[in-house]
């Protein structure tokens, strides 16, 4: 069972920026990608950007040009670095490990935080 925690969450003004951090508890296969999720009040969850097994990287529009993500090489730690920040990028931020396809199904089998909140005030 592969242990997943996220840490950096907290509370920023808009145009601020914060950094999270996701480390998986062991070695996870070659063929896992790592990626970034995100769930505000009333709505679904939603993807954020990931790291596929092959290194290739992807965003969801809503934070293109604002967010990077990021994974230290041979270690299972991932980052996202968000800046100018926006108030309607309040959510609690999940990272999540498993097969590619978990990015486009997150309800496919893979492991998951348990969430890190970021409020960002206008």
């Known amino acids: 069972q592969v242990q997943v925690s996220e840490s950096g969450g907290g509370s920023v003004q808009a145009g601020g920026s914060l950094r999270l951090s996701c480390v998986a508890s062991?070695?996870?296969?070659?063929?896992?990608?790592m990626a970034w999720f995100r769930q505000a009040p009333g709505k679904k969850r939603e993807g954020v950007a990931v790291?596929?097994?092959?290194?290739?990287?992807s965003y969801e529009d809503p934070v293109k040009g604002r967010f990077t993500v990021s994974k230290e090489n041979g270690k299972n730690i991932l980052y996202l670095q968000m800046n100018n920040l926006k108030p309607e990028d309040t959510a609690v931020y999940y990272c999540?490990?498993?097969?590619?396809?978990?990015?486009?199904?997150?309800?496919?089998?893979?492991?998951w935080g348990e969430g890190t909140q970021v409020t960002v005030s206008s």
């Open positions: 999540a490990v498993g097969p590619d396809r978990l990015w486009d199904y997150p309800r496919s089998p893979g492991f």
């Open positions: 062991e070695h996870t296969y070659s063929g896992y990608c």
């Open positions: 790291v596929r097994s092959d290194g290739r990287i």
